[in-house]
Structure formats: C-alpha cells, structure tokens
C-alpha cells in the first residue's frame, strides 16, 4: 500500500496542471475504539497499537498524501469504507475476504458460535454498489463539494461511508446462518488455533 501509494503521489504532482485525487483508504485507521470517529478527527492523534497491519499501511498513507495537500501540490479526498459487503440488489460480494472465510470455516467445521458476548458486537456491512458509485462521483468531480468542509488539521478532505443504522450482532448473523445451514451445531467454544489454521487453509483454495 505505502510504496504504490508514494507512486501515485509522484505521478500527481507531475506536470503543471493541479490534479484531484481520491484516495480509497479505510474507518480501520481510527484503531476500532469506542468512540466512533467523524470526518474531522485528525488521524495523526490515533494509537497504531490497536490496528491491523493492513489498516496502519493505510494510516501512513494518508499522512504521506496529507503532507502533499499541505503543500498544495494536489488536492487530496479521502474516502474511509467501513466493512464492505455485497451488493446491494445482485448480492454478489468478495468471496475471499475475511466474512467470507468465516462462513467457510463454520461450514468446514459444522459448528456456529453462540455466546452472550457475541449479542453486543455487532456487523455494519455497507453495500459494495454504494462504496462504488461514491468513489465514481467523487473521481469525476472537478471541484469537492461544497457542502464537505476541511478536517480541524487541515490535512484533506474526507467521507466516511460506514453503516450505522442497520447493524446486526454476530449473534444474529450465525443464527441466519443456522437456518440456511441446518447441520451447523451450536458451540460457544471457539476452534482451536490448528484446526482454525488448517480451517482457513482449505478456505482460501
């Protein structure tokens, strides 16, 4: 992400003309706390501690194409995806993605967890279609809009397509899943790190 990120950024500042660019980065670089972020938090204030190493490649990203904006040498849109899930009218999703495997693996090992602990955390999938004709609109677009305002840090603008109203616990999820996948027994162990492993192995053929 970082290295074809720096390429990018010199293929924008090249020439005279200014360019916009519209960069796809993710929610993840907020860390996953509590306190759920708006388009004006300044990312540079965030702990790396908590994030994947997918989500901290997208954090110094972000800070590179910050220091571009600063030095207005392109104007920089960010656009920060939650989860992204499948279509919304088609149903057609990324079959190797992480859920994806998920629901391989409980299908593999014919077991779907069930816990209290799993009622209060929760799915907020957004529609790929969704994700995808923003981003068009936003990359067509000769000026950002001028209802968007800057970040307090003045680094860029950005939009944050997130679901936050038709969440669903992953208690729920596995339950759909139990009705489609009758054989599923019900666990509220989690499979060990091995089988887990060997689980995911298949999956991902």
């Not at 970082?2 to 010199?10: A, L």
């Not at 992953?170 to 899943?177: A, D, G, I, K, R």
Request: proline content about 3%; glycine content about 6%; charged content about 20%.
């Amino acid at each position: 992400n970082v290295q074809s990120t720096k390429e990018v950024i010199k293929l924008v500042v090249s020439g005279r003309k200014r360019k916009n660019l519209v960069y796809i980065s993710t929610i993840g670089v907020f860390g996953g706390g509590q306190v759920e972020p708006d388009e004006y938090t300044d990312i540079t204030q965030q702990s790396l501690f908590r994030m994947s190493g997918y989500s901290k490649s997208k954090w110094v990203c972000e800070v590179l194409l910050g220091q571009v904006r600063e030095q207005k040498l392109a104007s920089v849109t960010i656009v920060r995806p939650g989860l992204i899930g499948a279509h919304s009218v088609t149903g057609e999703g990324n079959v190797r993605d992480w859920l994806s495997w998920m629901v391989r693996a409980a299908q593999t090992l014919k077991l779907a967890p069930t816990s209290e602990a799993l009622k209060s955390v929760f799915l907020r999938l957004v529609p790929v279609d969704y994700v995808a004709q923003t981003v068009a609109i936003l990359s067509l677009s000769h000026e950002v809009p001028s209802t968007s305002k800057e970040c307090s840090s003045d680094v860029f603008f950005a939009y944050h397509l997130v679901n936050s109203d038709d969440a669903i616990s992953y208690q729920e999820f596995f339950n759909c899943l139990k009705r489609v996948c009758p054989n599923l027994k019900e666990t509220g162990e989690a499979p060990s790190t091995k089988s887990f492993r060997h689980v995911m192995s298949i999956s991902c053929q």
